[in-house]
């Protein structure tokens, strides 16, 4: 399975140097449930709009999307793999498959929750362009929640004075070369966004989906896409150094889903199979792994960022999970999904 991420900008507002913009937090609130009748949990995810995703390995990710953007959901139905998921007053309250609803009882396990900042710099210099760095992060007013925060930016903060610490760091990078900096702005503005969303999560794991964008003049900036997997106990968990580059059954397996893309895209890939390499920037899923393709890697700049996905138990197939990280997650699997 394969996929194509446009950038969608972010609207900020600009702002002279050493003012920042105190953008409206939101909330965010995830939740385990453990399913009556059954060993799977499910894991929701929600801000005060509705619910964002739902996921277990049984039924996949579950979400509602509108051209390819996740649309917080209060009433309707999340779309999994092979069933939905209902919704009343942002609460899942049972399945459909074939036409036929199902009730669900869950029971809540665990719960913690984050809040999403924006922070901004904006540097004017000598010209009329200015140098803008906006940068959206997450914060928790829970301990275990902030310090797996603070290892992902390396930097120590709360919810509180995040912006300001941010911008800091935004006004020491943006500042280190003002020559240059300037030299960019006497002819071009200056824009840099990043950020970052927990794409999944289940008992032991946080998978972030993070990006960054740069412009510098021209017909367009440059994006990125690249994934952040640590557990919680703190530890960042390097993916990619689980693999090999040698892993040739999954790196066939990453071709062919690459070629099914270029036919559905109605094009011929851009690169031959002796120039494919496994990405290292990965995301976890549920029942799946991401694998994410920045632009010109795999395809023209136009189409975005290329997700290459493979079930996770083929996916385990190909990798020695023995005493690795990826071995809890194997527990979470259905044991007739590993047959």
Aim: glycine share 6%.
């Amino acid at each position: 399975m394969a996929e194509k991420t446009f950038l969608k900008k972010i609207i900020t507002t600009t702002l002279v140097l050493g003012i920042c913009s105190y953008a409206k937090p939101i909330d965010f609130t995830y939740d385990t449930y453990k399913i009556e009748n059954e060993k799977q949990k499910l894991f929701v995810s929600k801000n005060n709009k509705g619910i964002l995703y739902a996921g277990s390995f049984d039924f996949g990710r579950c979400e509602n999307k509108k051209d390819g953007i996740i649309q917080p959901l209060k009433n309707g139905e999340l779309k999994c793999k092979n069933i939905s998921l209902k919704v009343r007053n942002a609460e899942i309250i049972g399945i459909l498959k074939n036409g036929k609803f199902q009730h669900l009882n869950l029971k809540l396990e665990q719960s913690f929750k984050t809040q999403e900042q924006v922070a901004n710099f904006t540097y004017t210099g000598k010209s009329n362009n200015s140098a803008t760095i906006t940068t959206k992060f997450q914060c928790s007013k829970d301990p275990t929640i902030q310090k797996i925060l603070e290892k992902m930016y390396g930097i120590k903060f709360n919810c509180k004075n995040g912006i300001s610490e941010i911008n800091k760091i935004a006004k020491k990078s943006l500042l280190k070369d003002t020559e240059s900096i300037d030299t960019i702005l006497s002819s071009s503005a200056f824009e840099e966004q990043s950020g970052d969303f927990l794409y999944y999560f289940d008992e032991e794991f946080l998978s972030f989906d993070t990006y960054n964008y740069i412009y510098t003049g021209g017909a367009h900036g440059n994006h990125t896409r690249s994934g952040i997997t640590i557990s919680k106990n703190g530890d960042i968990i390097p993916l990619a150094d689980i693999l090999t580059p040698s892993n040739k059954p999954l790196k066939d397996f990453l071709w062919k889903e690459y070629q099914k893309f270029a036919k559905e895209m109605r094009s011929e890939p851009l690169i031959k199979y002796e120039e494919f390499n496994i990405s290292n920037s990965i995301l976890l899923d549920y029942g799946e792994v991401l694998f994410l393709y920045q632009p010109y890697e795999l395809m023209p700049y136009s189409y975005g960022v290329i997700t290459l996905k493979i079930p996770f138990e083929a996916f385990l197939e190909f990798t020695k999970t023995k005493n690795s990280p990826l071995e809890l997650i194997k527990k979470q699997i259905p044991k007739n999904k590993l047959n």
